[in-house]
């Protein structure tokens, strides 16, 4: 990006923005080249003034959450990234019928903080949400899920802002989710969902959100530079256990290590690069392929210049 464009994008924004942002510090998993301008809009009107920015000029946009399902090449992202996780943090009660209370969730909200959020208020469908490090918007983005749950259990609606910047709401039954994945049309944002929930007993809901906490210390590396789930589960065996079966846990390239832990996680031993851990992706696919006959495919999202 040159020079008075990045000065033309900063006198436009209400909200921080860091050029050459390097994208290792952004994400979870810690690799990954510099982005041209990583970009925090304060409010809606400031995405839109971002969106219309680059629309006009025709440099490309990407949304990142909390970047912990994500995994950017070495060369970095030209053009902008988007992050809501600075603007869009409100989390609130907007209604309740019967013992169903539902919850309006801005897409940078924590999960953590949205767990807590229900937790304190003794609401119930968001336990097994416990501990995934990213945001309402990203999860939504993904359908995260864990321990049987999914996000679109407790979704009513979510409210995205597109390409031109006018903004729609989607009910329940028009948003098309599937494992991992909701279809929004390109460039689309996630602004909010509307979350339904349920009212419970609190120290129940307390021991779910704490028992799924327990079994995640034990059965994932939650403390190491990862991006979650690399591949997606195939029908039948998951892939951590394909993964284990062949004798790969431990492997590594470089500083990209096959965690000890959980077989489905990559982990950073410091300083790995992007090209080593999608190395190590390759040869983890190549042999699941060659051993079992099953074509793994990634859960994580590959982007930037490799
Ligand atoms: C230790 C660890 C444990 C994890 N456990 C789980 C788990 O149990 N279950 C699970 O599902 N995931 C898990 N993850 C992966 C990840 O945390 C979740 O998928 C999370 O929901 C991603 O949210 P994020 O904000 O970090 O999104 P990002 O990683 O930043 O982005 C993910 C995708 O969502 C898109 N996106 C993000 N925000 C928006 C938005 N506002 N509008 C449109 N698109 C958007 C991005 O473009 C990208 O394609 C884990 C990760 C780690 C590091």
């Given at each position: ?5 990045k000065g033309e994008?900063?006198?436009l924004v209400?909200?921080k ?10 994400t ?5 080249g510099r982005?041209?301008a990583?970009v925090?809009?304060q ?8 969106l219309?920015f680059a629309q ?8 990142l ?6 995994v950017?090449r ?5 053009g ?5 996780c ?8 907007i209604g309740?019928?019967d013992?169903e209370?539902l919850?309006d969730a ?8 949205l767990?807590r ?5 003794a609401?119930?469908g968001l ?6 490090p990213?945001?309402v918007g990203g ?6 899920g ?5 996000m679109r259990?407790?979704?009513k609606s979510v409210?995205?802002?597109e390409?031109t910047?006018s903004v729609?709401?989607k009910?329940?039954k ?6 991992r ?14 979350l ?9 809901v307390t ?6 906490q327990r079994?995640?210390?034990q059965s ?5 530079p990862?991006a979650?789930?690399i591949f997606?589960?195939?029908e039948?065996t998951?892939?951590g256990?394909l993964?284990d079966?062949?004798?790969l ?11 000890e832990?959980h077989g489905?996680?990559?982990?950073n ?14 040869f983890i696919r ?7 006959g099953?074509?793994l ?5 590959i982007?930037?210049?490799g």
């Amino acid at each position: 990006m040159k020079g008075n464009t990045k000065g033309e994008l900063k006198s436009l924004v209400k909200g921080k923005i860091v050029f050459d942002a390097p994208m290792a510090k952004y994400t979870s998993l810690g690799v990954g080249g510099r982005a041209d301008a990583l970009v925090f809009p304060q409010d809606e009107d400031d995405l839109r003034v971002i969106l219309q920015f680059a629309q006009e000029r025709a440099i490309p946009y990407y949304i990142l959450g909390n970047g912990t399902n994500v995994v950017v090449r070495d060369r970095g992202l030209r053009g902008i990234v988007i992050s809501l996780c600075r603007g869009f943090r409100r989390v609130r009660i907007i209604g309740q019928k019967d013992e169903e209370v539902l919850i309006d969730a801005e897409a940078g909200v924590n999960l953590k903080h949205l767990v807590r959020f229900t937790r304190e208020r003794a609401l119930t469908g968001l336990e097994a949400f416990t501990g995934i490090p990213g945001t309402v918007g990203g999860a939504l983005a993904i359908n995260a899920g864990a321990f049987g749950s999914e996000m679109r259990d407790v979704v009513k609606s979510v409210a995205v802002m597109e390409g031109t910047g006018s903004v729609v709401v989607k009910g329940r039954k028009e948003l098309r989710f599937s494992y991992r994945n909701l279809v929004l049309s390109k460039g689309a944002i996630i602004l909010r969902g509307i979350l339904a929930v349920r009212e419970a007993k609190g120290e129940k809901v307390t021991a779910k959100a704490e028992g799924f906490q327990r079994l995640r210390v034990q059965s994932q590396p939650w403390n190491m530079p990862t991006a979650g789930s690399i591949f997606k589960n195939p029908e039948g065996t998951p892939a951590g256990q394909l993964i284990d079966e062949l004798g790969l846990k431990g492997h590594r390239i470089g500083n990209a290590r096959v965690s000890e832990k959980h077989g489905n996680f990559i982990v950073n031993e410091g300083d790995a690069t992007a090209a080593e851990v999608l190395a190590l992706m390759a040869f983890i696919r190549d042999e699941v392929y060659e051993k079992r006959g099953i074509r793994l495919t990634p859960e994580v999202h590959i982007i930037g210049e490799g």
